[in-house]
């Protein structure tokens, strides 16, 4: 099975970026890299996903390193309502099955 | 609210009782996904359908578990036979398949299956 590393959590103050690594070092030519949060008691929530170039999108950016073996979320200014687990996946298959690890929590504090 | 779906939200039953779960996914999406989740653990994928066609089993997915979609819509998920160790989130997501993997699946909320 593809998988990601990221860490376990962070923390964050409430208006500052918040930088979420996310290791996926056998990634393939045609592998998406995908990112869901989930939210207490919520089902995944999708944040972002790109293949190559970095993407911006209103919740968040992906920036995609350029041998694509690794990635980061960025969440521009955290609020309170941002404090969840965040989920970095690769979809390797073409009709993409989700394949979630454990994980990063995020903290935000005021 | 066109999201995904799930009913119940909450569910307990008695060891070895039968639990049926439905969720109807957003009317055009005709991928249907089931996950399990754990406390504390990421989601488990469980099985996938594309329309009706039921094309990939977890082998979490044991005996005692079925899951269909009969016309392409809804779906059900049923555990036979419950055991203590099928208390979980139960989740469910749908995409369209017009983009590949390069398309965003939207979850339910989920239904919480409690076995006492």
């Known amino acids: 099975d593809a998988k990601t590393t990221q860490p376990n959590s962070m923390e964050s103050n409430e208006e500052e970026p918040v930088h979420l690594p996310c290791n996926h070092s056998t990634i393939s030519g045609t592998d998406y890299i995908h990112w869901y949060r989930q939210l207490p008691s919520q089902g995944p929530e999708y944040v972002i996903h790109?293949?190559?170039s970095n993407v911006n999108n209103r919740m968040a950016s992906l920036a995609i390193a350029e041998d694509r073996k690794s990635s980061t979320l960025i969440l521009h200014r955290a609020t309170l309502r941002d404090a969840a687990v965040y989920y970095c996946m690769m979809t390797t298959d073409s009709w993409g099955k989700l394949q979630f690890g454990a994980g990063t929590q995020v903290v935000v504090t005021p | 609210d066109t999201g995904v779906s799930q009913n119940p939200r909450h569910k307990i039953t008695k060891r070895g009782q039968n639990v049926t779960f439905r969720c109807d996914p957003i009317s055009e999406h005709n991928r249907l996904y089931w996950y399990r989740q754990t406390l504390g653990q990421g989601p488990e994928f469980l099985t996938y359908?594309?329309?009706?066609?039921?094309?990939?089993k977890s082998r979490l997915l044991s005996d005692r578990f079925s899951a269909e979609r009969p016309k392409g819509s809804f779906s059900t998920l049923e555990i036979q036979r419950t055991e203590q160790g099928d208390s979980a989130m139960y989740l469910c997501?749908?995409?369209?398949?017009?983009?590949?993997?390069?398309?965003?699946?939207?979850f339910g909320q989920g239904t919480r299956l409690t076995v006492v």
């Open positions: 790109g293949l190559t």
């Open positions: 359908f594309q329309n009706e066609a039921q094309l990939e």
């Open positions: 997501a749908s995409s369209s398949s017009s983009g590949g993997s390069n398309t965003e699946a939207f």
